[in-house]
């Protein structure tokens, strides 16, 4: 069993919670290598079940209370981002930013024809030729753009 990360040679890593994030990580695995519960104190949720992959179905990456993302979800984002972390780390961020910022469907709507308005002459097929372009849909950018609104809001 080896981990990396729990070293502090430097100033930045000095992180007075790494000693106990180590114990945890450590009692995870074994509780005889470390009284995490003890060591931790009463914030420490004990539960060597409760948040496992193991609770995912297939095509699923994340759960969030009721809220899934998806693997295609993410497959999707992948084809205009290049890169699955990218993708995965946009569509985490949207998922926990919408439960504090919703921003509703009809001003995402707006937001989206006044682009098709300025950005392409009114032209809604020239719109969705530009997005197929960047192998993005209607559905990616629409998200995007809820995602500007939110960002906007906040």
């Not at 949207?94 to 950005?119: C, G, K």
């Not at 719109?127 to 500007?148: C, F, K, M, N, P």
């Amino acid at each position: 069993m080896w981990s990396w990360g729990w070293g502090q040679w430097t100033a930045p890593e000095q992180d007075p919670a790494k000693p106990y994030a180590l114990c945890a990580w450590l009692w995870t695995r074994s509780p005889d290598l470390c009284n995490a519960p003890k060591a931790i104190g009463d914030t420490f949720t004990q539960s060597r079940t409760e948040g496992q992959l193991s609770v995912l179905t297939p095509g699923e990456q994340c759960v969030v209370g009721q809220d899934v993302l998806s693997n295609d979800a993410i497959q999707k984002l992948q084809l205009l981002t290049g890169e699955r972390d990218t993708a995965f780390s946009a569509l985490y961020q949207r998922l926990i930013e919408s439960r504090t910022t919703p921003v509703s469907s009809s001003d995402v709507l707006a937001a989206e024809r006044a682009i098709v308005a300025q950005a392409f002459k009114g032209s809604r097929a020239a719109y969705i030729t530009e997005l197929r372009s960047v192998h993005a849909s209607v559905t990616i950018a629409r998200g995007i753009l809820g995602d500007q609104l939110r960002r906007c809001e906040g």
